[in-house]
């Protein structure tokens, strides 16, 4: 490595690898990301942004940076969580925290989601640094991503950053995506007798009540497959997905209390808060009938759907500039958080959605040109001229 105060995309990319920064709603895999977040303020620092770290309110270990370069009105932010999911190192056959080039690709965690995109944009950069800008260029690098979302929960709650465009470097194949479904996640906990159960009348069955909590959740999931339909999708419609189930001890026991855990994924137009309502109100009487206490409740904060416009600004000129149609994508990203602070959004990035989260996560090196020109077209148009 030729010094690390302004390094080249390998060198950065290799370095970022290097430092883990796992995040899991598991606590015993969750782990800080400053680490990632002191290189990348260094880096940018030492090309002339002006960087600030901002803390995570309710995560010590954890913060955002928002790097500035120029200042006025508009000016495009280079988005990307600095977060990788866990990995799994036996299914790994390289080193997931060393760069290593085979196959033309360059393998390791978070190539592709999405460390890869910091050193692409800092190249991207890199060239215009003793030029004028009249907007301003903000890389920004945020935490949580993967777990919580609570890095861009605080930049929203913070307003920032403000500028007028928001690429997100997440990975889409160099495809612009405009819209994303959200995702709630949901868990219904009900509490019932524990009895012999010889004789039914002994306790209250938390199972049976869970049997029509379920038949009440499917009639829910088809009402709104009739009420929402978008055929932006390739799924159409909401879906719910019953996940997981836990109850009793015993086949002899009546069971005292059981825990249903599900997911909605939201169209956009639909609002969380207004269907965990609704069901609530199909729910909680289910309570009173069979005489157990039954709750609903948010696992997770939910993530709202990404409602795009297919023909705004940012996505034309993405389509121009990549050769590719917008599209819609099934998982979700921060884009919803940036949108409702007002930038015209798009999700674009150089990796494939089907080498995240996986083992061997790598990026193409047939790649990295083309989003290297895609950034510096989007830094000339937005904050260039
Ligand atoms: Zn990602």
Redesign the pocket.
């Known amino acids: 490595m030729t010094g690390t105060l302004q390094p080249d995309f390998t060198s950065a990319l290799s370095r970022l690898i290097e430092i883990p920064s796992v995040s899991s709603t598991l606590p015993e895999l969750d782990m800080g990301n400053m680490p990632v977040i002191h290189e990348l303020a260094g880096w940018l620092e030492n090309m002339g942004f002006h960087c600030e770290i901002m803390m995570v309110p309710e995560a010590p270990q954890k913060a955002n940076l928002i790097a500035t370069l120029g200042s006025g009105p508009g000016g495009l932010v280079l988005a990307g969580?600095t977060d990788t999911v866990p990995y799994n190192a036996n299914r790994w056959s390289f080193d997931p925290f060393k760069l290593e080039e085979a196959n033309n690709r360059l393998y390791g965690l978070g190539t592709c989601?999405?460390k890869g995109f910091f050193a692409l944009a800092m190249e991207a950069a890199r060239a215009y640094l003793d030029q004028p800008f009249k907007a301003p260029l903000i890389i920004l690098a945020t935490a949580d991503?993967?777990s919580s979302m609570s890095g861009a929960r605080a930049l929203a709650a913070a307003g920032k950053p403000k500028a007028r465009y928001a690429v997100i470097g997440?990975p889409t194949g160099m495809i612009p995506v405009y819209m994303h479904k959200g995702i709630m996640m949901e868990r219904v906990s009900i509490i019932g007798q524990a009895g012999h159960s010889s004789n039914p009348a002994l306790g209250r069955n938390a199972m049976e009540t869970a049997h029509k909590v379920i038949s009440e959740i499917m009639a829910f999931r088809s009402s709104l497959g009739i009420q929402y339909n978008n055929p932006g999708f390739d799924v159409p419609t909401p879906t719910v997905n019953l996940g997981c189930i836990h109850g009793g001890d015993n086949p002899n026991r009546i069971c005292g209390s059981c825990r249903l855990d599900f997911d909605v994924r939201l169209l956009p137009g639909m609002d969380s808060q207004q269907l965990r309502h609704d069901l609530r109100q199909r729910l909680l009487p289910l309570a009173g009938q069979d005489g157990v206490q039954l709750a609903l409740e948010a696992i997770t904060p939910s993530i709202e759907p990404f409602d795009g416009q297919r023909d705004s600004p940012l996505i034309k000129t993405c389509e121009q500039l990549t050769g590719y149609g917008a599209e819609s994508v099934a998982f979700t990203t921060e884009a919803p958080f940036f949108s409702k602070m007002g930038m015209d959004t798009v999700v674009l990035g150089p990796g494939d959605i089907d080498q995240?989260h996986q083992p061997d996560e790598y990026l193409a090196l047939d790649r990295i040109q083309p989003t290297i020109d895609l950034l510096q077209g989007l830094i000339r148009k937005y904050c260039l001229t």
């Open positions: 969580h989601d999405m991503e993967e997440e995240a």
